[in-house]
């Protein structure tokens, strides 16, 4: 018994299911924040003359107003113009990295909408827990791993900007557009090894984080035998098993009707499509049958698709109520299907 309580089997796609819809997905933070980062460092280069040619005419605004009295609508107006810059040189790279981070959670976990997890919850506004939390172990151990993998992060950083520094009286030499040339090639080499250091963090975490999720979710051995008792159990999910049963074996039927050598109908109410391959079988098969809606769709479907159709209500009866689908017709139906498939052939043997 006790090992039936016993957390070791794998969460069941129910299981998972239900903590989606709760809100709780594996997501890692480092990943979505190295493709941010990675968004914001290409973003910056490309649109870096965008960006400076805003900045210059922002500064340009402001040289022009040396020597202009300062009165309300003049400082409603540097307000305007300073706001409309502003937003002009930030929002684009701002846009940017807010789509990467979208882009970092639907890669992790796919796109997932739920309110469940910003309805608010009192519990989290307890102090006592919010302290316990604050000095738990857990995050201690986040601590820490902040703490090296920013140490170690700056640490490569430094290094490489340390051999950079050494070239700097070499540089000193140069023009000012060369040294300008120099100061961002050697910034984005920074960039980019700091970012690797981060992308290695980040991999490693993506790892972590779903190990640790898929741990958390596990199920004991009773858990997914009342999950499966209560799914058994649900009259609207066995309800939705057998309207996808039905869906798919209608399809699979409908399917067969094109093959069929003949379609024997009521007219109106029935209609049973029959095969018949003498190497095959001993006796034409019911491939399709069906009532009103669905006899419709049968008589449509053959007449589509060239299949002949018969009108022979008491057989057409027969065949819907005494001959399953897949089924060999019965040896006292022989006779009278015969001289249907006679006639069939007849008709067709112009065509060969």
């Known amino acids: 018994m006790a090992d039936d309580l016993e957390k070791t089997e794998e969460p069941t796609p129910k299981k998972i299911e239900d903590a989606r819809a709760e809100g709780n997905v594996p997501k890692s933070q480092d990943a979505s924040g190295v493709l941010a980062l990675f968004v914001a460092i290409l973003a910056a280069i490309l649109l870096f003359p965008y960006m ?43 846009l940017a990295v807010a789509i990467s981070g979208i882009v970092a959670a639907i890669a992790q976990f796919g796109f997932l909408f739920t309110a469940k997890a910003i309805i608010p919850d009192l519990k989290k506004l307890d102090p006592i827990k919010g302290v316990k939390n604050l ?19 700056l640490g490569v950083g430094f290094v490489f900007f340390f051999l ?36 290695i963090f980040a991999v490693i975490d993506v790892i972590i984080v779903r190990k640790q999720y898929f741990d958390g979710l596990k199920m004991s051995k009773q858990e997914i035998k009342d999950e499966m008792k209560n799914m058994d159990g649900d009259p609207h999910i066995k309800a939705k098993i057998r309207q996808i049963q039905m869906q798919a074996s209608r399809k699979r039927m409908m399917a067969e009707v094109p093959k069929a050598d003949v379609v024997i109908t009521n007219p109106t109410h029935y209609a049973v499509a029959l095969k018949y391959d003498e190497q095959k079988n001993k006796a034409p098969l019911v491939v399709a049958k069906g009532m009103d809606h669905i006899a419709l ?34 040896s006292e139906l022989f006779s ?17």
């Open 336 to 352: 009278a299907v015969a001289e249907v498939l006679a006639y069939v052939y007849k008709m067709n043997a112009p065509k060969r």
């Open 297 to 330: 769709q049968i008589k449509k479907i053959a007449r589509e698709n060239g299949v002949f159709i018969v009108q022979n209500p008491p057989l057409a009866r027969d065949l819907y109520a005494k001959v399953n689908l897949d089924k060999p017709i019965p």
């Open 52 to 94: 400076s040619n805003h900045t210059v005419l922002l500064f340009q605004y402001y040289f022009s107003l040396i020597g202009v009295s300062i009165d309300r609508s003049m400082i409603v107006d540097i307000t305007i113009v300073s706001i409309k810059e502003f937003l002009l040189i930030v929002m684009p790279l701002a």
């Open 135 to 153: 000095f738990s172990l857990k995050k201690m151990i986040e601590g820490v791993k902040i703490t090296f993998k920013s140490f170690t992060t």
């Open 164 to 199: 950079f520094i050494k070239e700097l009286p070499t540089v000193a030499l140069f023009g000012f557009s060369d040294q300008m040339e120099w100061l961002r090639d050697k910034t984005i080499i920074i960039a980019l090894v700091m970012l690797l250091v981060i992308f």
